[in-house]
């Protein structure tokens, strides 16, 4: 591949179009053109005189890197558009002139903590499951919780026909009717919580994402954003491999 050259998929992720695989999907489904022509998964463009387009719209490398922390409220869900006309998080953010995309998934009912960036290179990171970047949950469920039950959590729960990687579970509060527990994941699994929870028979009342790696979700608003400092971005870098300038790398 010449040196000027870069693949379709990494280019729309590095613009802030969207994560690499939503990139494929997106190729696949003939909404990317590369000079007016239908472009195919495995192409490659040169980012400087090609013309990338995304359902008729020109792509243009983002010149800023954004990274936000998003308190996603219940009823939105995590994706940039929606054809079910359902409200997206990226309807949160309609003031910022960069183009972001979500890093993972919350689901529709769920609330806390997401990330948004358009540094493909850092979304990949963050999401790859080799870098088992923890994920910490307020998870309010019923009926009574056993110890058996937060041993299962520790060793591991089969749900679609695999077993989840050993997550880390407390209770936090115990009250008659409900307790709220702290879960700690280091996978991304589909609604994983809530089916790990359905397995043991425990209903989910309320499920909140507190933490992503070392960033916490702190006292931010539901619903509302802000950018996270250097000092956030470094260690969430460095908790997913990446070399930040500092390290003598690429930041």
């Known amino acids: 591949m010449p040196v000027n050259k870069v693949r379709l998929q990494k280019f729309l992720s590095e613009a802030g179009v969207a994560s690499r695989r939503k990139a494929e999907e997106m190729i696949e489904n003939g909404e990317v053109k590369v000079n007016g022509r239908k472009a195919k998964v495995g192409d490659s463009v040169d980012p400087v005189h090609d013309l990338v387009t995304v359902k008729g719209k020109k792509v243009v490398r983002e010149k800023s890197l954004r990274y936000i922390l998003l308190h996603k409220p219940r009823g939105f869900v995590t994706t940039t558009d929606d054809e079910l006309g359902r409200k997206c998080v990226i309807d949160l953010l309609k003031d910022i002139p960069e183009r972001v995309y979500p890093v993972g998934r919350l689901d529709r009912n769920s609330e806390g903590a997401?990330?948004?960036?358009?540094?493909?290179?850092?979304?990949?990171?963050?999401?790859?499951?080799?870098?088992r970047i923890s994920k910490t949950y307020r998870v309010t469920v019923r009926p009574p919780v056993t110890e058996s039950m937060i041993d299962a959590f520790s060793t591991g729960i089969e749900i679609d026909g695999r077993m989840t990687v050993p997550a880390e579970a407390r209770i936090v509060t115990k009250e008659e009717n409900r307790v709220v527990l702290e879960i700690v994941l280091y996978e991304g699994r589909?609604?994983?919580?809530?089916?790990m929870c359905e397995?043991?028979?425990?209903?989910?009342?309320?499920?909140?994402?507190?933490?992503?790696?070392?960033?916490?979700?702190?006292?931010?608003?539901?619903?509302?954003?802000?950018?996270?400092?250097?000092?956030?971005?470094?260690?969430?870098?460095?908790?997913?491999g990446i070399k930040t300038e500092k390290q003598g790398g690429r930041k």
Not at 190 to 195: P, S
Not at 229 to 240: H, R
């Open 114 to 131: 997401l990330l948004l960036t358009n540094d493909g290179e850092f979304a990949n990171a963050m999401m790859h499951p080799s870098r």
């Open 190 to 195: 589909n609604r994983e919580i809530r089916k």
């Open 199 to 240: 397995s043991l028979g425990l209903e989910v009342a309320r499920l909140k994402r507190t933490a992503i790696g070392s960033l916490k979700l702190g006292m931010l608003p539901q619903g509302q954003w802000r950018d996270l400092t250097e000092q956030e971005i470094d260690k969430l870098k460095n908790q997913a």
